[in-house]
């Protein structure tokens, strides 16, 4: 039962390693591009497997959320509330943090740090799945050049 657990960990880590294979960013307003080989829920709905931008307000004072689009900035998948989080070490890439309830439910977007940063986004999810989040099993991926 443990070699399973310890084999569906490692499968699941090498899944997301594969889904962010390059982020390219622009410091003023984050602007981050990130491809997902399978579908990835945020609040408030899922996203279909393919690249997208995560993109701040040019208005600082609106940093608490991200502008979504798709991969040539044609299609406005919606704004999406967040808090900062924190970190111990700054990477040289974007990292994100991923949650997993279930093999039947797409994995949740939990966080989001740019490069370099130490504070980063915690995507803002309802009360009681935030919870639930929280009890789930955690990656970061750390998207690479």
Partial sequence: MKVVRTISSIAFLLAFLM??????ADQSNQA?????????QIPG???AAGTYWFILPE??????QVRI?????????GTVLMINAERREP?????????TQDSA???????WFYPGDKTGHEFV???QLSKELAKAKQVTVVAGD
């Fill in 19 to 24: 889904v962010l294979p390059a982020a390219r």
């Fill in 32 to 40: 981050t591009k990130v491809t997902f080989n399978q579908s990835v």
């Fill in 45 to 47: 709905r899922v996203l």
């Fill in 59 to 64: 208005n600082i004072t609106e940093h608490n």
């Fill in 69 to 77: 689009y798709n991969a040539d900035q044609t299609v406005f998948y």
């Fill in 91 to 99: 990477t040289g890439t974007s990292a994100f943090t991923f949650a």
């Fill in 105 to 111: 439910q797409p994995q949740s977007l939990i966080s």
């Fill in 125 to 127: 999810y309802p009360k």
